[in-house]
């Protein structure tokens, strides 16, 4: 059965930093376009983080591009997000996913986890 499960969130203080982890299980990595989104209450998903089934480059969303990386470890089915100098606008559930395409990773992905939550607060 295809899984994936997130783990990491939490408190975190502006300016601070903070690495969320996912563990999938059922299907290979490889074979599909996987990344990162997240959900704010009230607002529709926004992708964080994308890697291509085409050319296994990583895409960044703008509002976080040069402060999120991803890293991808194939051969354990995990992924992993690293997050720092997180931001009032930051705070959201993120979700690990799988698609058949970046622009469908939000829209339709083919799996994807329960999320986790970050908040960012003093």
């Known amino acids: 059965q295809e899984q994936m499960v997130e783990s990491g969130g939490g408190l975190v203080q502006p300016g601070g930093s903070r690495r969320l982890s996912c563990a999938g299980s059922?299907?290979?990595?490889?074979?599909?376009?996987i990344g990162w989104f997240r959900q704010a209450q009230g607002k529709t998903r926004e992708a964080v983080v994308c890697?291509?089934?085409?050319?296994?480059?990583?895409y960044y969303g703008d509002a976080v591009k040069d402060r999120f990386s991803i890293w991808v470890d194939a051969a354990k089915n995990s992924l992993g997000l690293h997050m720092k100098d997180l931001k009032a606008d930051d705070p959201a559930v993120y979700s690990c996913?799988?698609?058949?395409?970046?622009?469908?990773?939000?829209?339709?992905?083919?799996?994807w986890g329960q999320g986790t939550q970050v908040t960012v607060s003093t």
């Open positions: 996913a799988a698609a058949q395409s970046c622009p469908l990773l939000t829209s339709e992905p083919t799996f």
């Open positions: 059922g299907f290979r990595f490889d074979d599909y376009a």
């Open positions: 890697i291509s089934s085409d050319d296994r480059l990583a």
